[in-house]
């Protein structure tokens, strides 16, 4: 095991990959829905359109990631040493996502768990597994984000079902020993005083499913959607300004912003608080909606495969969600 201060390996982003769905949902089926308007929902949120996965499920969406993931690496699926699924929404409680996943991509060597932590999934696993990169333990992990939100959606509730959609998207992590590049730093947090502000409340052992969770609609998203964006902008804009000023980071020095995407707004006012320009942003918001531990890697993927991250570009990443759940994640992009 190294020591934090006398590291020998950083974890790097090797590979990556992406899916979503081909069903879309743009904004005027919800004004045939709920009381809604496309003028309202671009404005307050940024989102035009999101997917569905009308065929399969959470693990479905992760095993095409990571197949798209091992079209542009020589990785083979038995060489894959753990699998983080990030997600809220598994395909069952248990077994563990991970373990379906495993099979469907024969990952023969492979452990795994899922990780919850609403929309910092990702970055809470990308952590999770730098940390077993970093120990020497392990060579090749897979971190996958992967939601169906919109099978935990009450399609009659219009503040909440108009942000929703469904994707996948997974990094392999590989060690490299040029500490220049990979996962620098990283600042997270849990607070879970904010647990009624956020969150589904039927189906756990709090409240196992019955018919009164159903006519209550308990295994729907809730979300006060005022109190979260209030606590959102302040934890995204700070945590992301603090992750800059711990490595002396100035903005000018950050190729990237890649924050997640529930709310433009709070994208907007995050990269004000760190002094970035818009050009700087990663957004796919528009197109995908909120896809909870999808949007980060996903965010990666495409602007990696548009070619507008380049090796040796500085990345901050960023992510707010339920619990509450907070953090931001600096790496160096080590991929031509
Ligand atoms: N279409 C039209 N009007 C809508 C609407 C919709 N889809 N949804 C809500 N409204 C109405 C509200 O009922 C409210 O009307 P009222 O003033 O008559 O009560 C009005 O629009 C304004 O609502 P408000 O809640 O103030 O809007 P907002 O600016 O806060 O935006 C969200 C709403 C949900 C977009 C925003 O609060 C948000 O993004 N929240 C945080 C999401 C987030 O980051 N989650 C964490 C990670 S998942």
């Not at 999101?50 to 693990?59: D, K, Y």
């Not at 969406?61 to 929404?89: G, H, N, R, S």
């Not at 392990?138 to 009659?156: C, F």
């Not at 990696?304 to 960023?318: F, P, Q, W």
Request: hydrophobic share 40%; net charge neutral.
């Amino acid at each position: 095991m190294q020591s934090k201060n006398k590291k020998i390996y950083n974890a790097a982003i090797t590979g990556v990959g992406m899916y979503v769905p081909d069903k879309i949902l743009d904004n005027k089926y919800f004004e045939s829905i709920v009381d809604t308007n496309d003028e309202w929902i671009v404005s307050r949120t940024g989102i035009r359109e999101r997917r569905v996965m009308e065929n399969g499920a959470t693990s479905d969406m992760a095993v095409y990631a990571i197949q798209d993931l091992f079209k542009t690496t020589k990785v083979k699926p038995e060489e894959i040493d753990v699998i983080i699924v990030a997600t809220v929404t598994p395909d069952m409680f248990f077994p563990a996502t991970a373990c379906l996943v495993q099979e469907k991509i024969g990952a023969t060597k492979a452990w795994g768990f899922d990780l919850s932590a609403a929309c910092s999934g990702f970055l809470f696993a990308l952590q999770t597994g730098a940390s077993l990169i970093e120990s020497g333990t392990y060579k090749k992990v897979i971190v996958v984000g992967s939601d169906k939100m919109t099978a935990i959606t009450d399609y009659t509730d219009r503040n909440n079902c108009i942000l929703f959609g469904d994707a996948a998207s997974a990094v392999l992590l590989e060690p490299t020993e040029d500490l220049n590049y990979g996962i620098k730093d990283s600042l997270l947090y849990v607070d879970g005083s904010g647990k009624e502000s956020l969150y589904m409340k039927g189906g756990g052992s709090l409240n196992p499913p019955s018919h009164e969770t159903v006519d209550k609609k308990m295994h729907y998203i809730y979300q006060d959607g005022k109190a979260v964006f209030k606590v959102a902008v302040i934890g995204m804009a700070d945590i992301s300004f603090e992750i800059m000023k711990k490595n002396e980071l100035k903005s000018e020095d950050v190729a990237y912003l890649v924050p997640h995407q529930a709310n433009l707004r709070i994208i907007d006012a995050t990269a004000k608080r760190m002094g970035i320009s818009k050009d700087k942003v990663m957004i796919n918001i528009d197109r995908y909606g909120n896809t909870t531990a999808a949007t980060i890697p996903s965010c990666l993927t495409e602007y990696y495969r548009a070619g507008k991250i380049k090796k040796g570009d500085n990345l901050i990443l960023s992510a707010f969600g339920a619990g509450y759940t907070w953090g931001a994640i600096y790496l160096t992009w080590s991929l031509d």
